[in-house]
DNA sequence: CCGAGCGAGATTGGATGCAATCTGACTCAC
DNA sequence: GTGAGTCAGATTGCATCCAATCTCGCTCGG
């Protein structure tokens, strides 16, 4: 049951803090903001009709995790990463994914059919050049690998370093090459994790990643004043 | 209640929250707050002399990171990790560690010896019986190291990761056999880093990491509940 | 004796109000 | 023309206020 495209009225979240997190988060996704765009709080607050209460614990949580930086009495602005900083993300993936992978346990069956159909969707939305929903369905897609090591407090540290560069993610996505590219890699994932080949999903999570560096050279090399 | 007599300029921290965040974090190491304690909002503010408005966004950074857990309506506490998660703070430490060393530039002579001094401290403090000092100085020195790999991110998620178990460290500290060894050792470290020895320092920390491991275990072992 | 039901007090979640501070445009002296 | 000074509007930081919810001891029927 995968509501396509349905991301706006998450009510279902318990507080008004999480629901403003959510509304951050996939305003990041869908390049509603970008590096280096100001948040208002009194806008995002009048956007989801809450008050600015609970918007300033939500900004304060994400740029705790550095997706947001704060200047006292200026505000809040998303985060732009540098080079050197976007190379230490993918320091940081390659040694911690590398753990997770090598200790996943057998995937039943149907476990591996959804990942597959994971992956279809993906196709999909880059049929459709949904941008916004390739970039949700792959962090979907690789997150249901790595919550299945059952390494919980390893997972949420690799969100933390996902989520500092969702900004870009859209950016990495763009080229239509790289989307089959990555459609066709996740698929030799799902067959290393079938046949349970965990060394060898490792090097191809390894390759994987390596292939979005080109795509991110080209979003750090036009600095135009 | 309302103390507007502006005297409130000496503020060392910019913000109230800030001043919240480091009063919570020193309360940890000095086991004020023990795993499992929970954390009053009013109690704090009132301590702080500052309102809940500030104590809230406070709680909520706490507990995106992971070291206090929170429940609707009822509240925050200090998280309690399961030895399953303690062993995770390991692996990634162990991982991340390695990587920061392993990049570190050549430290200077006073850097050295001002990471001597730290370790002087730290026995210093051993010396005295005085816990929290030494848990604050051995963070302290193990994070000079690290900051000076100049990989900024890395270092941040690190922070977080020793932050987890902050609550827990002042116990593996217990025994004056253990401060003694975390002295030399830390010695060892700076004679590695002095002669640029990079894999050396590497197994040093590594070797140093797993020696707290059985003060760990006594933690986990006695639940008489 | 014991468990379900209930209510007062404690505590949190969120809204609102106001002072402090920043920004950016405007003025004016040089 | 240019740069320092300043002033209004915008925005944030924090305090305060109220409603919603939970906790826990008490009552009462079985």
């Known amino acids: 049951m995968t509501a396509q495209t349905g991301a706006e009225r998450l009510d279902a979240v318990s507080g008004a803090v999480a629901q403003v997190v959510e509304e951050l988060r996939a305003m990041l996704f869908a390049r509603d903001l970008t590096p280096g765009s100001p948040v208002r709080q009194e806008a995002l607050a009048a956007r989801l009709g809450v008050s600015r209460a609970p918007v300033r614990e939500a900004l304060r949580v994400l740029a705790s995790e550095g997706v947001l930086d704060h200047v006292r009495n200026v505000g809040y602005r998303v985060k732009v990463l540098t080079a050197a900083e976007f190379e230490q993300t993918y320091l940081m993936r390659r040694v911690l994914e590398a753990e997770v992978l090598r200790r996943l346990p057998p995937f039943p069956t149907p476990a591996l059919q959804r990942l597959s159909a994971v992956n279809e969707q993906i196709?999909?939305?880059?049929?459709?050049?949904?941008?916004?929903?390739?970039?949700?369905?792959?962090s979907d897609f690789h997150f249901r690998m790595f919550t299945a090591s059952g390494l919980d407090l390893v997972v949420a540290e690799l969100r933390r370093v996902w989520q500092l560069s969702d900004g870009y993610r859209a950016y990495l996505l763009h080229d239509p090459i790289s989307q089959k590219r990555i459609v066709d890699e996740h698929a030799e994932m799902v067959e290393a994790l079938r046949v349970r080949d965990h060394e060898r999903l490792v090097s191809l999570m390894d390759h994987h990643r390596d292939g979005t560096r080109p795509q991110l050279e080209a979003v750090f090399t036009p600095p135009p004043a």
């Open 123 to 138: 196709a999909e939305a880059s049929a459709r050049g949904d941008l916004t929903a390739m970039a949700r369905l792959n």
